[in-house]
Nanobody
C-alpha cells in the first residue's frame, strides 16, 4: 500500500509564498520515478480541483488555469519527493492541498478518478 505524506502547509499573508512537499512512505518502497504525481486542492463547500501535475519520465507538467504563472511543481533527483512552490498567494488559494499518485487507471490529469493513492492533505490558509 502506497502512503503519501504532505507537509509544508500553514498560514501566510496575501502575496506570500509556501512550498509544499509530498513524499511516499519509505516503507512502501514506492518512488515517483516513472509515475504521475498531482496536487489537488479542496476549499470548504467546493469540489476538489487539480492544481498541478508532473510525470518526469514523459516530460509532462500541467497546471490549473488559476495557478499558472504562480505555482511550480517539481520532483527531487531521488524521485522520492514532489514539491509545489506557491508564490503570490491569494485568499482564494486557501484550501486543503492533497497529493496523489499512480494514474494507471487513465483519464484527465485534473480528475480525481485518475489517481489511485492519496495523501491526507495539508492546510493552506491565505489571509491578512
Amino acid at each position: 500500500q502506497v502512503q503519501l505524506v504532505e507537509s509544508g502547509g500553514g498560514s501566510v499573508q496575501p502575496g506570500g509564498s509556501l512550498r509544499l512537499s509530498c513524499a511516499a512512505s519509505p516503507a512502501s518502497g514506492y518512488t515517483f520515478g516513472g509515475n504521475c504525481v498531482a496536487w489537488f486542492r479542496q476549499a470548504p463547500g467546493k469540489e476538489r480541483e487539480g492544481v498541478a501535475f508532473i510525470r518526469t519520465s514523459h516530460g509532462l507538467i500541467y497546471y490549473g488555469d488559476s495557478v499558472k504563472g504562480r505555482f511550480s511543481i517539481s520532483q527531487d533527483s531521488a524521485k522520492t519527493t514532489v514539491y509545489l512552490q506557491m508564490n503570490s498567494l491569494k485568499p482564494e488559494d486557501t484550501a486543503m492541498y492533497y497529493c496523489a499518485t499512480d494514474c494507471s487507471l487513465g483519464g484527465r490529469w485534473d480528475s480525481t478518478a485518475t489517481f489511485q493513492y492519496w495523501g491526507q492533505g495539508t492546510q493552506v490558509t491565505v489571509s491578512s
